[in-house]
C-alpha cells in the first residue's frame, strides 16, 4: 500500500541554523500539508502546498518556514534559523483532487533545536 | 478560533467492555476524520464521515457524525488489547482544507 514517507527520522541541530526536512507523498496526490506537534501538545497546521504554490499557511508558518516542490517526488519544509522553541514532530501528509481533507500521514521527523 | 473537544482525555477499561469517545464543536465541518496515533508515529487514518448522521463501521468501531456537523463519536464494541492508542478527530472546514485537531484520547485496555 503505498504511504508517505519522511527524512530523517530524527534531526538534532544547534539554534540558528537552517533545517530542511524532507517528505516524498503518495505519487498520485496533488495536495500536500506540513502540520506539526509539540511534545503533549495538539498537531498543528502548518502549509498546505498545491499546483506548485501555497494554497493556505498558518501564524506558524512565518518567514522563517518555506516549503518547495523541487521535482516530481519531493515536498521539502525549510526552516532557516531554527529556535528552541519549532522543537517537535513535523508530519507531512498528501490527499487526492477532489478529497483534500482525508490527508495520508507520514511517520514524522522529530527536530531537536539545542 | 475553532476548537475540536475531544471526551475523555483518558480512559482505561477492561478487555470485552464497550467505549464512545466524543468529539464536539461549535463550528460545522465540512469532514470529519478519526485517526489512531501510536508513540513516535504519524496519526493513521481510521475513517472519513462527510454527511451529517453519517454512520461507518470498521469492524469493532462505530463512527458517526452528527446530524448537524459538529460533533462526531467513535464507539468500540468489545475492546481488545491491540485497541489500546491514542484515538484523534480532525476536522474540515469548507473554507479550506486544513484540519482542526483534537487533543486525543489515550485508550488502555487491559487484558
Known amino acids: 500500500e503505498p504511504e508517505v514517507t519522511q527524512t530523517p527520522s530524527h534531526q538534532v541541530t544547534q539554534m540558528g541554523q537552517e533545517v530542511i526536512l524532507r517528505c516524498v507523498p503518495i505519487?498520485?496526490?496533488?495536495?500536500f500539508y506540513w502540520y506539526r506537534q509539540i511534545l503533549g501538545q495538539k498537531v498543528e497546521f502548518l502549509v498546505s502546498?498545491?499546483?506548485?504554490?501555497?494554497?493556505?499557511k498558518s501564524e506558524i508558518f512565518d518567514d522563517q518556514f518555506s516549503v518547495e516542490r523541487p521535482d516530481g517526488s519531493n515536498f521539502t519544509l525549510k526552516i532557516r534559523s531554527t529556535k528552541l522553541e519549532d522543537s517537535a514532530m513535523y508530519f507531512c501528509?498528501?490527499?487526492?483532487?477532489?478529497?483534500?481533507?482525508?490527508?495520508?500521514f507520514g511517520p514524522g521527523t522529530r527536530l531537536t533545536v539545542l | 478560533t475553532q476548537l475540536l473537544e475531544q471526551s475523555p482525555q483518558f480512559l482505561s477499561i477492561q478487555e470485552g467492555e464497550n467505549l464512545t469517545v466524543y468529539c464536539n464543536s461549535s463550528?460545522?465541518?465540512?469532514?470529519l476524520q478519526w485517526y489512531r496515533q501510536e508513540p513516535g508515529e504519524g496519526p493513521v487514518l481510521l475513517v472519513t464521515?462527510?454527511?451529517g448522521g453519517e454512520v461507518k463501521k470498521l469492524k469493532r468501531l462505530t463512527f458517526q457524525f452528527g446530524d448537524a456537523r459538529k460533533d462526531s463519536s467513535l464507539h468500540i464494541t468489545a475492546a481488545q488489547p491491540g485497541d489500546t492508542g491514542l484515538y484523534l478527530c480532525?476536522?474540515?472546514?469548507?473554507?479550506?482544507?486544513?484540519?482542526?485537531w483534537g487533543a486525543g484520547t489515550k485508550l488502555i485496555i487491559k487484558p
Open positions: 501528509a498528501s490527499s487526492v483532487l477532489g478529497r483534500a481533507y482525508e490527508q495520508f
Open positions: 505519487s498520485n496526490h496533488l495536495y
Open positions: 502546498f498545491y499546483n506548485n504554490e501555497i494554497s493556505e
Open positions: 463550528s460545522v465541518f465540512s469532514s
Open positions: 464521515v462527510v454527511t
Open positions: 480532525a476536522g474540515a472546514l469548507s473554507s479550506n482544507y486544513q484540519l482542526i
